[in-house]
């Protein structure tokens, strides 16, 4: 009887200790979540060009620097901005650059952190033939 309640909280205690580990791993995840100051939003096409948005949510300025990098991780384009809630918006030359994949890099240059989008470029033709009986 006393080895079957050792046995029993021996179980109940592996279960506490791994919900534990759980949760502080979940609450890890969000507290990172929560700390992003940026997003990238695909605003759509500009003369057949698609136009990208890099938006800011922080709460006091900071210098960050954007990069452009193509499939072969060759960085195109590169600029430094100081902002704090605001947004910046590019239009990529789809013809002229040939992107298949692109790579855009934001840096905070005060605390290192790296928030890194990929956008994949892929075109598809549809076509749909739909009989209906009328009568």
Not at 25 to 42: I, Q
Not at 81 to 109: C, D, H, Q, W
Request: no cysteine.
């Amino acid at each position: 009887m006393k080895k079957l309640l050792n046995n029993v909280a021996s179980v109940n205690f592996i279960f506490l200790l791994a919900a534990l580990v759980l949760t502080s791993e979940v609450k890890a995840n969000d507290e990172k979540a929560k700390s992003s100051t940026v997003e990238l939003k695909y605003i759509g096409q500009l003369n057949n060009n698609p136009v990208v948005e890099v938006v800011f949510n922080g709460k006091k300025e900071e210098l960050y620097t954007i990069g452009f990098r193509d499939q072969n991780g060759v960085l195109f384009y590169s600029e430094k901005v100081k902002i704090a809630n605001g947004s910046k918006k590019f239009a990529l030359n789809a013809e002229e650059l040939n992107l298949v994949e692109l790579t855009i890099e934001v840096k905070n240059r005060k605390n290192k952190n790296e928030e890194v989008f990929a956008i994949q470029n892929s075109k598809s033709v549809i076509e749909e033939t739909v009989v209906v009986k009328v009568k």
